[in-house]
């Protein structure tokens, strides 16, 4: 089974682009139309996907999976699966993001690099939310430093091998910061989350914001993604597509 699934990724990465950014049929990658390099990634991410479910029946279907269910969980169950293989996959998939987004990686690394010594406003976080006896962090860097926990937490994504583990980082990561808030407001809304979310993707040690953005969507199962979890990862996709259209220079959205 892992030597199937990282044969799938070897065949999409062939399929995309080799170590020389060719493709397996010697064109250049990157002289491919947008559409069809992302069609190239989209396919390969839905690859993995698909050997997941099919896995996860396996191991059912050898009478295993309910037994380890009972005993660790399901997420502890799809994280040891995942452990088997995705360690090997996530490194190609990341090449392949890389090469098929390499102008939204730039525009997004601009963008994060100019917001962090903006004023927290520009990015939608009120005045109370980022106070510091009694007076207002004056860039979002300085912000960062109320809310350094779930900051260092979200940063830690990289690291991270399988995507339950990034789920769950992500969760511990979001509930850090709204910990901060206690005591800044009466109750904290998703027109706040959503600015302390992109505070903390703006500002953390984290080098592929939107890779990491990426396998939460497209690599996360339905198994994962769901109540609080889904909702997690929906609203790091409102911040990331924010900091995917906002005009740093005009302080507005495009």
């Known amino acids: ?38 069609q190239i990634l989209a396919e390969a991410a839905a690859e993995v996907v698909i050997f997941e479910a099919e896995a996860l029946d396996a191991v059912y279907a050898a009478g295993r999976g309910e037994a380890v269910e009972q005993a660790v969980g399901m997420f502890e169950l799809l994280r040891r699966m995942q452990s088997a293989y995705l360690p090997q996959i996530l490194p190609m998939l ?56 779930g900051v260092d937490a979200l940063g830690e994504l990289g690291a991270l091998t399988t995507v339950v583990e990034k789920v769950l980082t992500l969760a511990a990561a979001t509930e850090k910061l709204v910990v901060e808030t206690h005591g800044r407001c009466d109750e904290l809304s998703a027109d706040d989350l959503v600015p302390l979310v992109t505070l903390a993707l703006v500002t953390c040690r984290l080098e592929a914001v939107g890779f990491e953005a990426f396998v939460l969507t497209e690599l996360c199962s339905d198994l994962l993604a769901t109540g609080k979890e889904a909702y997690l990862i929906c609203t790091l996709q409102v911040a990331l597509g924010f900091l995917q259209a906002v005009d740093v220079g005009g302080h507005t959205g495009t």
Do not use: F
């Open 1 to 38: 089974g892992v030597a199937e699934a990282r044969g799938a990724g070897e065949e999409a990465e062939a399929r995309g682009a080799g170590e020389d950014g060719l493709r397996g049929d010697g064109a250049p990658y990157n002289a491919l139309p947008l559409a069809e390099r992302s």
């Open 94 to 149: 990341r090449r392949l993001h890389g090469r098929a987004c390499a102008s939204e990686v730039v525009a997004l690394g601009h963008t994060r690099q100019q917001l962090r010594m903006q004023h927290p406003e520009v990015i939608g976080l009120r005045e109370a939310l980022v106070a510091t006896a009694e007076l207002p962090a004056a860039t979002n860097v300085e912000a960062s430093w109320i809310y350094h926990k």
